[in-house]
């Protein structure tokens, strides 16, 4: 409650995601700081090759995870990409997760990471 008697709103917002195409990845950022990125490879065709995803120590166990592979995702289906989920965790989170219009072509067993690499 503030000093007059209403109560405040002390939840976080959630954190933005952007594109940054210079870096080829998704940023997450929270506050100032980048707390996590999803990286990325254009490809012939349209093709958004999703090969690694990190969130950062300090703010690892808060969901970001998951906030950044819903947007990235979302966003690449928006512009017409055809996703290929190569990150261990960007597989995981398309298996269990709808990507609205989204076009998923799996990767052959062989082109996917190792686990433990995102």
């Known amino acids: 409650m ?8 002390t939840a976080n917002p959630m954190p933005a995601v952007v594109r940054n195409d210079d870096r080829s990845r998704y940023e997450l950022i929270e506050g100032d700081a980048v707390a996590g990125f999803a990286a990325f490879h254009l490809s012939e ?3 958004i090759e999703f090969t ?8 690892r166990g808060r969901g970001f995870g998951d906030v950044i592979a819903s947007e990235a995702l979302a966003d690449a289906a928006r512009r ?11 597989v995981s989170y398309v ?6 219009d989204g076009v998923v ?14």
């Open 45 to 47: 065709g349209g093709r």
């Open 105 to 118: 072509d799996w990767p052959e067993e062989s082109d996917a990471q190792e686990p433990g690499a995102g």
């Open 2 to 9: 503030s000093q007059d008697g209403t109560a405040q709103n």
């Open 80 to 90: 017409g990409e055809i996703i290929v989920p190569l990150c261990p965790f960007i």
């Open 95 to 100: 298996k269990d997760h709808e990507i609205a």
């Open 52 to 59: 690694h995803t990190e969130i950062d120590k300090e703010f």
